[in-house]
């Protein structure tokens, strides 16, 4: 199984219409899907038709109560199934402040589930706070979207180094594995400019002995600027349900096949897990990453 943490702390880049569309395409393709809704916006949710009832327990409900991830968890489309958000969530931070070990309340609920599934996705806020380091610490990877605007790479490297410190305090699993590039103009020479930065970034990165990131790399394809993708969330469906022979469609299909072909080389190459690390003195920790995030 492989869990991922989709994140950006900045909004508007299409972390959610990655999170979902990834998870649609892969669902698609046979494979078992879970995607957990950890934004207080429950954009994800209410991208794949799934409102905030008042009736519905949500992902809120798990961190805050004794709620486990298989009361929260509903089948929205064969071989997909949706944990929702509700805007309650954007509470939990206060609400967890005084909790021990509110970084890995996620974690330990997750060691609950009694079924199993081939990908669990987590679409993630457009913050670096504790909704988001629960995902980190829960999450085996991250997949970062980025737009190829100068704007976007602002605050790249506080967000690296957010993973880079939960890597080695809290998830030695955790490595930041692919690059996404979202809305992207093929026609346009800035976006080929930003693309060829953050390479050259990351190929340097590479060069050190940070293994969090050595092995990162962007996938080939790259999701066009498609007006079908904004489109979709308005009628609560994945853009394969909304507009199937679209751009946005043949993307993330595309990207799926990507996944799906990593996935099986990590097969074949006898992948194993590092060791999971110890949890150890949650206060000091998180007092750590929140004054470094």
């Not at 706070?129 to 980190?136: I, S």
Request: hydrophobic fraction near 40%; charge should be negative.
């Amino acid at each position: 199984m492989r869990t991922i943490a989709i994140i950006n702390q900045k909004g508007g880049v299409g972390k959610t219409t990655t999170a979902v569309n990834l998870s649609a395409a892969l669902a698609d393709a046979g494979k078992r899907v879970w995607l957990i809704d950890l934004d207080p916006q429950a954009h994800a949710s209410l991208h794949l038709g799934f409102g905030m009832q008042e009736e519905y327990l949500s992902t809120y409900d798990v961190l805050t109560d004794n709620v486990s991830l298989d009361e929260v968890r509903h089948q929205v489309e064969d071989n997909l199934w949706l944990s929702p958000s509700h805007i309650d969530l954007a509470a939990a931070e206060m609400e967890l402040a005084g909790a021990v070990g509110r970084e890995i309340i996620l974690r330990d609920r997750m060691k609950e589930v009694a079924e199993e599934f081939d990908y669990v996705i987590f679409d993630c806020p457009p913050s670096l706070g504790v909704l988001t380091l629960n995902a980190l610490t829960t999450a085996n990877e991250v997949f970062l979207p980025l737009q190829p605007h100068f704007l976007a790479l602002h605050g790249l490297s506080k967000l690296l180094r957010t993973i880079e410190l939960v890597a080695r305090r809290l998830n030695s699993k955790l490595r930041l594995s692919n690059v996404i590039y979202c809305m992207f103009d093929t026609g346009t020479r800035l976006a080929n400019e930003v693309v060829s930065d953050v390479e050259l970034y990351f190929e340097q990165q590479r060069q050190t002995e940070n293994s969090i990131w050595s092995n990162s790399t962007s996938f080939d394809t790259k999701i066009r600027r498609n007006i079908r993708l904004a489109e979709a969330p308005s009628y609560g469906q994945s853009i394969f349900q909304y507009s199937g022979e679209s751009n946005g469609a043949q993307d993330y299909r595309s990207l799926a096949e990507e996944v799906l072909t990593q996935t099986e080389a990590m097969l074949e190459s006898d992948y194993h897990e590092p060791m999971d690390v110890q949890y150890f003195e949650a206060e000091e920790n998180f007092g750590y990453f929140k004054s470094a995030g």
